[in-house]
C-alpha cells in the first residue's frame, strides 16, 4: 500500500513510520525532506508540498500535523498558528482527497480529547454530545470538520482524538520527569481533574488497528481505558521513580505563567476508548501504574 503521512516527524509520527515501512510504501510530508530523511531513514519519501503527491495513488493518508499546543503562551497570534497549522493542511488534504478519480480508501486524521472541553469525572465516550465551549472544543471540531469534508462511499474517514501520549523521550512526560526525579513532582491545583492518557505503543497499535479495520469511522478516542486524577497520576510517576510527589503547583500561580493555556492542566475529562474496546482492540497498558514502570 501506499501511505502519506504528515507530522511524521513529531512523537507518534517518528514512532508510527517503522512500522508502517514493512510492505508499504511511506511519503511523508515535511518543511524540511531532508532533516526528514534523516529522522526517518531514506526508504521513506519526503516531500515539501502537498502538490507534489498523487493521492490517487494514495491508499491511506496519516494526518498528524499541527503546532505543538503547550509550547508557547495562548497569544491571540499563538492562537491562530496552532488552528492555521491544523486545519488549513487539513483541508488541502480533503480537497486533493475529493479531486481523486480513485481516492484513498481511508483518511486517519488527528484531533485531540481537547475536543471535550473541561469536564466533570464522568466517563466520557465517543457519544458524548455535551461539550464545554472553549478554545480545545473549538479548535478540534473545526479541525475535525476540515477532515470529514473528505469522506464518501469511497473514502471513511477516522478521527483520532488522542489523550495525553506518554513516551520515553519527548511529549508530556518529558517536561514532567526533571522536576519529579528532583523531588520537586506533584498534583496540580486540586489534583481532581481528569488525565486520560495512553501509552505510546498502545498510541501506534491503535492506529494501526483501525488500517486494518474498515468497519471503524468517526471520531476514536485513542485513551487508555482506565483515566486518572491528576493526584493519582503524580502519585503514580512519583513511585515508579521512587521519589516522593507532594509538592502542589497552586492553581493561580500556574494561571499566572501561562495564562489561558494553564486550563489544559487545571481542567481535564475522564475519556474512555468505548469505540476500540467494542472493536476488541486490547491495550498493552492498559492502566497507568505499569504504563509508568515501563517508560522511566
Sequence with gaps: MHIFITGATGLIGKHLCPFLLHHNTVTVLSRNPTKANVLLGHKVKAVSDISDVDFNTV????????????????SDKQKQIIRNSRIDITQQISEAIKACSIPPHTFISGSAIGFYGRQNSNPIDETFERPHDEFSHQLCKDWENAALLAQSEQTRVCLLRTGIVLAKKGGALGKMLPAFKLCLGGPIGNGEQGMSWIHIDDMIQLILFIIKHPEISGPVNATAPNPVSNAQFSKSLG????????????TPVLKLLMGEMSDLLTMGQFVVPKKALVNNYRFHHPDIKSALESLV
Design 59 to 74: 491508499d491511506i493518508v496519516i494526518n498528524l500535523a499541527g503546532e505543538p499546543i503547550v509550547n508557547k503562551r495562548w
Design 239 to 250: 513511585e515508579a521513580l521512587s521519589r516522593p510527589a507532594f509538592i502542589t503547583m497552586p
